[in-house]
């Protein structure tokens, strides 16, 4: 099954997020700030990475930079998580690089729709 | 970063000029939609094993819970959508309360049907919502404190 690294810091939601992502089959991985993130995406190399935004450390819009500039992770689909819900967030998101964006709390199945349709993109081949 | 305290209080942010207000705003429903994300994942989490493995026989506090933190979600959203200019302690409290109120009670009741039933298993998603709730509470009374 895919592989999905998680970016959160909050630990209820990180726990409830990957707990219900893997009842639907999907295997989690886990890190707990930006730096965490861009570390793991690169040593476990995941299919999808779930980034929310307001991250200690280094934040989800510089560690989706980094990903973006590194050879080894730009072809990662990335979709932003955020609860700031503003106008202009999706666009800063988009700017940082990111694939899609979504917002929290979270819908669970406009948000497996986006993550099927990014797996399922011929880049992600 | 829910557990960090409001600044400021309803009252005084109408003396904010528009930049300010919209960015206090802005933050203050970011930190109040952190603990609602909790409770609503973790309530449909629980409808969704709940429908699919039968564990429980009545599921109304579970889908009460659920739309108490819907309405809650929308409430906040309307309240402290930024082009509001003015807050009002009372009006929150009034608007908000009643619905964490009936949150907090469907949850506890479904907490001793959990215990009844020997649901251990899923006693600690309940008890993340009791969590959660408690510091939606707490960051309400912070900001209604005037």
Same mark, same amino acid.
């Given at each position: ?66 990903? #973006?500039?590194? /050879?080894?992770? +730009?072809?990662?689909?990335? $979709?932003?998580?955020?609860?700031? %819900?503003? *106008? ?15 917002? #929290?709390?979270? /819908?669970?199945? +406009?948000?497996?729709?986006? $993550?099927?349709?990014?797996?399922? %993109?011929? *880049?992600?081949? | ?146």
């Amino acid at each position: 099954m895919p592989k999905i690294l998680l970016v959160e810091d909050n630990e209820m939601n990180r726990d409830m997020l990957s707990r219900r992502l893997e009842r639907k089959g999907y295997t989690v991985l886990l890190a707990l700030d930006g730096r965490q993130g861009v570390e793991m995406a690169s040593s476990e190399a995941p299919d999808l990475i779930l980034m929310d935004m307001s991250l200690p450390v280094l934040d989800g819009w510089e560690a989706t930079r980094r990903l #973006k500039n590194a /050879e080894a992770t +730009r072809a990662i689909p990335v $979709i932003a998580l955020t609860a700031h %819900a503003m *106008s202009g967030d999706r666009e800063k998101a988009l700017e940082a690089g990111c694939d899609d964006y979504d917002v #929290k709390p979270i /819908e669970m199945p +406009r948000l497996l729709d986006k $993550i099927q349709a990014l797996l399922t %993109a011929p *880049s992600a081949q | 970063m829910i557990e960090q305290r409001f600044t400021l209080s309803a009252r005084s942010v109408s003396n904010l000029d528009d930049q300010e207000r919209t960015k206090f705003l802005a933050h203050t429903r970011h930190e109040l939609r952190t603990p609602l994300n909790a409770i609503l994942g973790y309530s449909e989490m629980l409808l969704e094993i709940a429908e699919e493995d039968v564990v429980l026989n009545d599921l109304a506090d579970l889908h009460e819970v659920n739309s108490a933190a819907r309405n809650l979600l929308r409430q906040i959203n309307l309240l402290f959508d930024p082009a509001n200019a003015r807050l009002d302690s009372p009006e929150l409290q009034e608007k908000l309360s009643p619905w964490l109120d009936r949150l907090v009670e469907c949850n506890a009741r479904l907490l001793q049907q959990f215990q009844k039933g020997g649901l251990t298993l899923y006693q600690c998603d309940l008890e993340r919502i009791t969590l959660a709730a408690q510091k939606l509470r707490a960051l309400l009374a912070d900001f209604t404190e005037v």
